[in-house]
């Protein structure tokens, strides 16, 4: 069964930083690997799609990488904002969907 | 843009109680799916549906049914609603297929009292 972990549980990082959230998994047969933000009480917004033959997507200030082999996606959040704080979810395709339990982000002003 | 929909944002009812929690997609969407999120849990899937009338059990059906009469609609039924019911409440759509991107609602937060 397919085991998603996400590390940090929470971060806390003043606005203007660079950062790195993580994302790893144990099934590598893995169709595509999605990352959602989700903002306190509410659903979940799609970030980005990475099929299991791509090694990277880019939207704005967001890059989501994949390296199945080793089962691992980083989603790199350039010149972070206040309006980036909420919480972060990966969620990786095999026959069904696992999500981890995501990354609490914080960014300070 | 695609739209998913659900019926309430927040939610109360009484233990024994029977919910009904609806979603509608306006996608054309094949695939439509009900979880829940727990603290701590993360999001687990109940029950998905692959087309009109076809339902398939998630991880965690025991207490829940769905229903699909039409392609756009999909609910998620507590039969007789518990307290460990309580929970969020989220639907997602996606075109048929493992290659699609899943698109979620705004959740419905639910408390069983």
């Known amino acids: 069964k397919q085991e998603v972990t996400q590390i940090p549980a929470a971060l806390s990082v003043p606005e203007g930083e660079n950062l790195v959230l993580n994302c790893s998994f144990t099934?590598?047969?893995?169709?595509?690997l999605q990352w959602f933000r989700q903002d306190p009480g509410k659903g979940l917004t799609s970030l980005l799609l990475?099929?299991?033959?791509?090694r990277e997507q880019t939207s704005g200030r967001l890059n989501a990488s994949l390296d199945k082999s080793s089962g691992r996606s980083t989603l790199y959040i350039a010149a972070s904002q206040p309006g980036d704080s909420a919480t972060y979810l990966c969620?990786?395709?095999?026959?069904?969907?696992?999500f981890g339990a995501g990354t609490r982000l914080t960014v300070k002003p | 843009d695609v739209k998913v929909t659900q019926s309430s944002r927040y939610l109360v009812k009484r233990t024994g109680e029977k919910v009904f929690l609806e979603c509608v997609q306006d996608?054309?969407?094949?695939?439509m799916f009900w979880y829940r999120q727990d603290p701590g849990l993360g999001l687990r899937l109940i029950y998905f549906?692959?087309?009109?009338?076809?339902?398939e059990k998630g991880d965690i059906p025991e207490g829940y049914s769905v229903s699909r009469e039409k392609k756009e609609r999909f609910s998620l039924i507590l039969e007789s609603a518990s307290t460990n019911q309580t929970s969020m409440y989220l639907c997602a759509s996606s075109l048929l297929g493992h290659l699609y991107e899943q698109y979620f609602g705004p959740g419905t937060r639910l408390t069983v009292t």
């Open positions: 549906s692959y087309d009109v009338k076809m339902k």
């Open positions: 996608m054309d969407h094949e695939n």
């Open positions: 990475i099929q299991s033959s791509q």
């Open positions: 969620a990786v395709r095999t026959n069904d969907m696992r």
């Open positions: 099934d590598s047969a893995i169709y595509n």
